[in-house]
């Protein structure tokens, strides 16, 4: 157990120290924004072409990976979505962000610095995948939802302009160059692979110190309770499910994956949601449990992603 600690513990550390430098005024709040600009718009589109771009298209476009992450992420939206409309009864707005909490992981900003310390071979590729699946699937729908439930009718409006944002998103532009140089195999010259290597070596620790930053000032107050069906959904169910549709793929005629991949996906599942998850819920009046919601899975998931990695190693799951 104490490897496993010295795997995530850095992890949780660093934000922790973005907490605290940004807490005590070494950093404003505000500077969050710039950092996680500098991560979203260079250094993490830089660490998508780099994976790829080194790759081979076989290695990368893994249609069992995909397939098997898209079918645990439903499942998942379509639990937390009834859940929320059937159980805690709220509204389809609210039920949407309850679905989006337990389905959307920090692929980018969690997800990779972890698998970059426990799975390197694979961390670049799983996260070109995972951003398929979250850019491309899952929030087109749940925003989708989103808009059906404000009553605008602008459902087909909204996946429009989310289709026009994605052509624009660095990441997908770093996902897009790399994959296009993989598919050509293109040599880059040395210069522009030593640049574009630079700036996706300072993507983890950056991350995570945003993250840091950015939960100080959330306050728990009385919605602690009702969030915790996401916490419990985002931490723990979603890495069942992802791991239940794993191991569906051969009897649907689909390749295995590789082991380290499976992994992959399963750690991938089990991080906290997305980092503008509040910020979304904020355009919709979701804004409070949300916030919550993001602050107690951040905290809880030091527990749960070292018992996840734990038991995956422990019980050699996909040796």
């Given amino acids: 157990m104490l490897d496993i600690l010295a795997i995530t513990s850095p992890i949780f550390i660093i934000i922790l120290i973005g907490f605290l430098m940004t807490r005590f005024g070494v950093f404003a709040k505000a500077d969050m924004r710039v950092f996680g600009k500098f991560v979203v718009n260079l250094a993490l589109p830089a660490l998508l072409f780099n994976a790829l771009a080194q790759r081979q298209v076989a290695d990368i476009l893994n249609p069992s990976y995909l397939l098997a992450y898209a079918i645990g992420s439903l499942a998942v939206i379509g639990v937390g979505f009834l859940w929320a409309r059937r159980v805690a009864r709220v509204n389809e707005q609210a039920s949407t962000f309850y679905a989006m909490g337990m389905s959307c992981s920090n692929s980018g900003y969690i997800g990779y610095p ?4 426990t799975l390197p071979s694979v961390a670049g590729v799983a996260l070109a995948l995972n951003m398929m699946v979250e850019n491309l699937l899952a929030l087109p729908l749940l925003l989708t939802l989103a ?124 991080v ?48």
Avoid: C
């Avoid at 972890?114 to 310390?117: A, D, S, T, Y």
């Avoid at 624009?168 to 692979?193: E, F, Y």
């Avoid at 819920?281 to 527990?303: K, N, R, W």
């Fill in 114 to 117: 972890i698998l970059l310390l």
């Fill in 147 to 270: 808009e059906r439930g404000r009553g605008s009718g602008g459902a087909w409006a909204t996946i429009r302009m989310l289709m026009l944002r994605l052509a624009r998103n660095p990441l997908m532009i770093g996902l897009l160059a790399g994959l296009t140089v993989s598919l050509l195999r293109l040599k880059l010259p040395d210069a522009i692979t030593r640049t574009v290597t630079m700036f996706s070596a300072a993507s983890g620790a950056v991350a995570l110190f945003v993250i840091g930053g950015t939960l100080v000032g959330l306050s728990i107050g009385s919605i602690g309770k009702e969030v915790a069906p996401i916490v419990i959904g985002k931490l723990l169910l979603h890495p069942l499910a992802v791991f239940v549709a794993i191991t569906l793929m051969p009897s649907l005629g689909l390749p295995s994956i590789n082991p380290e991949l499976q992994m992959a996906a399963v750690l991938m599942a089990a």
């Fill in 272 to 319: 906290p949601m997305l980092g503008i998850y509040a910020t979304l819920a904020q355009q919709y009046g979701q804004e409070d449990f949300s916030a919550v919601a993001l602050l107690l899975t951040t905290v809880a998931s030091f527990f749960t992603l070292s018992g996840v990695l734990w038991a995956l190693q422990r019980f050699a799951v996909f040796a």
